[in-house]
């Protein structure tokens, strides 16, 4: 059966009939195959829709769009356990351009950071005899994106500076860490788990190391059953359930006797969730628990369906709160939170107090075998839709999350979030789109084709042919990495491949001897690859002595089939006749090679066969079918006379010529003095080389009637051939324990590699071309190496086919990516010509190819323009930008209330609107109070309900505190006190002055309640900031205060931001509460130049701007038209010094000029 490397199910090839036959281009690359099992969980996939995972000690990056190897990175000399993509939270300029930026690290501990496109390392990082336990790029902060967050053994914390490679700071904890989890909602929080114990730092900086030891909880479940916590409920007259709840409670609190410690160090998996603040995932692999990080409880548990497949990981999707999980089958199951409508005051008798995730559908598992686990799973950062699933096998299977085919197509375009609304759950399917084949298990024999030559260049296709032990031959480009066909030819190990065309070859194989000397039933099979047509060759032998190899002549009229312990025999490639079998008296040959040394008449004979006159060899339609003409043409012609060469046990060196089926003895060598059983013999042109057991290797010039021994001292020659290419005379001799090439004519020693010192154990070798080789690697890997033999990785543009290239602009010069990028913005204002530096960039194909993907409509505004073209780049920071903008410019243009059917997604919330975060934080609340389970929690409910304004519920829950208790004095004088404020007025200046005493002696929440209670909102919210807990003001803030009170707090939140250097989330802070002016200001000053510029154009799309600040304006154009003219978008630029009015003048009479010169010179090409 055969099969091919499958870009996409759908997908027809690109390239398959090229209009101008160009020669193709081999490059360094490694061919992945099975992974290690350390390799585990090694794979991530990025923003620019890129997939890198580890293999072996190598680093395969995956292009998702056409499913196909993208890069392969080698440079670790231990396996890799971790890769992690740089986010590039940053804005993107000349100074910090678009990059493919990628950290790995390995088993030993030493981090590489890659420039992807180049295949360089940027840096190395060693931490000394630690090993890495997990990697994190540092979150938040304009300058931040640079920094690398590494936990090693021993509870060693290191940030690192990727692009240096110095440290910026360590911290040494005094007890184990197992890995952590940044939040992504909060730069300086980060949470480890340990082996008992989870522990929260909540002061991680880029600056200096935490100065405390942070927060250490431990996990406690508290096992209550139904019948049990009713009856308690009822007894302690108390307004929720506490069934089956779980609590993380601070190590020192008094426990209760019925709690049952949680085993930490059976957690899979630690994860904050990416839409939800403060909510993190605790995998185990029966039970997920959802846990609120601020208050340390544990709000929802999502337990494994029965018969369910055990959770092996959890990846949450940042844009709604759902999450992707997968299984121990290989199955990835999609789940959804279940809304809840209670209110707070609702009633909570028959509700379970727990958050709940519906399973919305479940891929179908997959059929894994021993060797073909699931290792690891990635999901689209961009998209969060697409899935990727790594095998153990190296395959990768591609779904995709889509609505079933009964939904309209229009919906079928929308967002994640849109999809999960209403009834469309229901109509959900995870459907498999793809996969990526990889080599099948090793060990592999690998075979070149016949090298490119002036008759077949117009058709020749560089493929190699890999034979391995289950029978299959796998077929590889190898100019573009892709696996073009999968053979399963044989029933048992392949054990050697010949070529005999640019299409065609014969293969062998039988089972594993049993014992030394044994029989064996061989098969040997004749495959032509475009037909995919299968002739047997001797169909009829019983058993006998194993094939050793196959051997076609120089102008593929025989082959000779050797065997170990049997005469050869001499076939008829023509007509796959039987020609001769050697008598039992012929010596028994240890290594055979046809000469190449054929009379001039016989070449052109059997060249004017293979191709007629009247047809040139680009018109021909395929190689197989010159082939299948030969054949037939020879069919009635006489078989050319040829010469062939071979050894016997003696090292006695024969010389035969063959003709039809004669075969004539010319002459006999004896052996030289010293030289061991001849096992390989190689020829080219008048020299021949013969390798023996003991490593010698003899070079005989025919012409010059020399001969010289090179002993290598390096065992058993198991291989020798010659380069391809007229001249060429490099030799590759293949060892035991690695290989050498040679210089035949000069007998001079090029490179050799020892293995395991520099390579893994190598099973075979070849020539892919005249200056780069072919090694099979004990690994499981292929890698195509160069003269030197020391990397296997080239730059991108070097290896990938323009045609099946994806959008990816870090590709290309930082320039020419930024002019892509203003082309694609102003597609109105584009350049006559490309300027000089990126012509061979093709930025004309890129920006074509881009503008399809893009599909832009023609009409939309600048905002929307703007979004799909940061998606498009990879700029996961522009993409947050404009989407927040979009939404409120979208809010303010329709005057639409904040219950409008579009809301933003749930990582926005403290940029959302205040009803809808209100709405939010009284949710959140509702879960706590179900949940608490300590004096603390109640506390922290009461402090809330006080906050919100809710002040009954809150003397409620003061008052349910139990007579026992140490709290119960304090809690009802507390309710006592905020039922006399409800309807007090006289003690307002009292209640203030004691609550600023509080807060001035450490005890700022007290205070905060108090004045809150009294009405003094904007007064808290300042001693929160003075505080420094600006997250706690903002909330109070939208929670509680007025639109002007409220903008007034988070305005000073952003100019707080400022001060911090986190501009670009001080920004969005500023657009969230309609501060467009001051907006334009920060981006400005921060010389976020292009961003300002396509800003200001998109408030004056939308009457959002006063001309009052025209002034601020004409800064902003006149910076922009000095940027696109830097680019070289010289049209773009004259369109802003129009804008920018008389401070561009000069500016603007200078494009003018080149604009004018550019078109001269347009006009007199074209004369």
Known sequence: STGTMKRSFSEKRIDDSPVNPVIKRISSRILPGALLPANKDAVDWGFESLLAYGCHKHVVVIDTKYIQVFQTLTGHKHSVTKVSWSRNLHYHDLVNPYQLKLASADSSGTVLVWDVSQATVRSTLVEPDRTLLELGWLLGGDSNHHLLLALYSLGTLVLWHADTGTQVWRKCNSEPLVTFSLDPFCESTVLFLATDHLLLVDDLSGQQAPAGSGHRWSLSSVAYNASDAAAEERSKSRSRLISGVKSLI?????????????????????????????????????????????????????????????????????????????HESGSVSARFRREDNESLAGELDQASGLITYDTVCISEALRLSKHSKVTGMAVCQSSQRKVALLLGDGRIVFLKLALSG??????????????????????????????????????????????????????????????????????????????????????????????????????????????????????????????????????????????????????KQYFVVLFKDQPFELWDLRSLTLLRTMPDSFPCVTALEWSPLVSSKAQLRARLLASPKDVEPMFANSATEQLERQLGQQGASPLLREQLVFTDTEARLYYFSVEGNVVRDCTRNPPEAGMASVTSIAWKSDHIVLGDAEGTLTVWDLKGKVLRALPTQRGHVKKLKFAPGKGNMKILALFTDGISAWDAQDVQLFVQVRCPQDLPGITDVDWAKSDKLVVATTDGCIRIMDMEMKSCSSPVSSHLQSKRLPFVPQLLPPKAALLLKSLLQHPDMGPTTVPSPFSETSLHERLQQASLQCKIPAKAGVIERSAAVASLFGDEEGFHFWSVAQYYFTIQQRNLNTKDSTSLPLCYDMLCPDAEYKALQLQRLLFHERQRMAHSHTQRCVCRLLLLGQADQAVQMLLETEPASEHFYSDSLRACLVASLKTESKAQSVVKLVATNLIANGRTWDGVQLLCLIGKGVDACRYLQAAGQWEDSIWLAKCTLSDAANCEVISKWAEHLIQLNQKGKAVLVLLSVGQYARCLQTLHAARMVERAALFLDACLEHGLLPQEHSSLFQNVWLDYARYLHSLGNKRASLHYCSLAGESAADLRKEVEMLLDEEEAFAISEEA
Request: net charge neutral.
């Open 250 to 326: 601070r190590t020192g609190e008094h426990r209760t006797g019925i709690e049952e410690e949680l085993p930490l160090n059976e957690c899979l998996q630690l994860c904050y969730h990416r839409a939800v603040r403060h909510q993190l995932f605790l995998v185990y692999p029966k039970k997920i628990f959802v846990v609120d990080a601020e208050v340390q409880q544990v709000l929802g548990v999502i337990a494994l369906e029965r018969n369910g497949s055990p959770f092996v990981h959890c990846h949450p999707c940042w844009e709604c709160d759902f999450i992707l999980c997968l």
């Open 406 to 555: 009964k939904v309209p197509l229009v919906e079928k375009r929308k967002t994640l979030p849109s999809m999960m609304k209403g009834s469309n759950t229901g109509s959900l399917r995870l459907l498999t789109t793809g996969l990526l084949e990889a080599l099948a298990p090793g060990p592999h024999l690998s075979r070149m084709c016949p090298p490119v030559t002036m008759s077949n260049w117009s058709t020749y296709r560089p493929l190699l042919a890999v034979g391995n032990t289950t029978g299959s031959v796998q077929v590889f480009d190898l100019s573009s990495g892709t696996l073009e066909k999968e053979l399963n030819l044989h029933a048992t190990p392949v054990r050697g491949i010949e070529w005999v065309n640019l299409t065609s070859f014969l293969s062998f194989a039988y089972a594993n001897l049993i014992t030394v000397g044994s029989k064996v039933r061989n098969e040997i099979v004749l495959t032509s690859i475009q037909s995919g047509r299968v002739q047997q060759v001797r169909a009829d032998t019983s058993e006998e002595s194993p094939v050793t190899c196959i051997k076609v002549s120089h102008l």
